[in-house]
């Protein structure tokens, strides 16, 4: 996750096209979120024991993995899979960790705080309203931050995207400029965020780097049979709009019509 809390800037104004159609997140406007002073309450902090055999982390630094949604998921959503990998991949490195409402910080399962050298590693999406002292929480120096940014698919197509997800993502986007790593899962991903920031005005920022998603399977032989005489489509995804499983299907009922097997 790299050491320190070095950050990138980007001052100066911004150009008259973009204060008044927006961000280049496609041909939505955005009114700007109110400008917030940073909070820094104090929150007392355990520390946790240390780990051997880190790979290269910081002797006795921990990673807190934020599950607060994907612990109580019912269904095995994208965002859900990319944190339960994360914890599978990362072992006895981290240990989850869950937001507290009436602390108002993340504990884990032993009510045990991250400490300043220890990292909180989120890959959820979060909003004030949904976690209501987050903003405190990623301004004070609690501990080291870093988030897995997925997309900003709500701000740039709201006509296909659930409205709570479409009202809960400006104020995301402006949260992830608090934390002190950003890693996006495309580089078109992270000219979105980088983006996003530069029409805020924001004059610091996280760095942000690119990870691809990697891909997780069920642990099942593939099959080496010869392929069926007919041929198969498979559409993989959430059922939504933005999917577009609707024009998929008449795709489908069209070739149909026209005899096409």
Known sequence: LGVGAATSRARGPLGRASARSGPPLGRV????????????????RARPAA???????????????????????????????????????LGDSARPARWDERKRVFVDEGGVVPGQDDWLLTAELFSEEERPGLGEFLAGQTCRK???????????FPHTTWPRSVSRHPGYLKLLASFDRIRAVSGASRDELTGYWRWLGLESSPPVGVLALGADFDGTPRVTSARPRTRNLVCTGIIEPRKNQGFLLEVCVRLWREGVD
């Open 29 to 44: 406007e955005f009114r700007r979120p109110p400008q917030r002073g940073a909070l820094a309450r104090k929150i007392p």
């Open 51 to 89: 780990i051997s055999g880190a790979g290269g982390r910081d002797a006795g630094a921990m990673i807190y993995l934020d599950t607060t949604k994907s612990s109580d998921a019912r269904h095995r959503s994208g965002l859900t899979r990319v944190t339960s990998r994360l914890a599978a991949a």
């Open 146 to 156: 870093a988030a897995i940014f997925h997309d900003a698919i709500p701000l740039r």
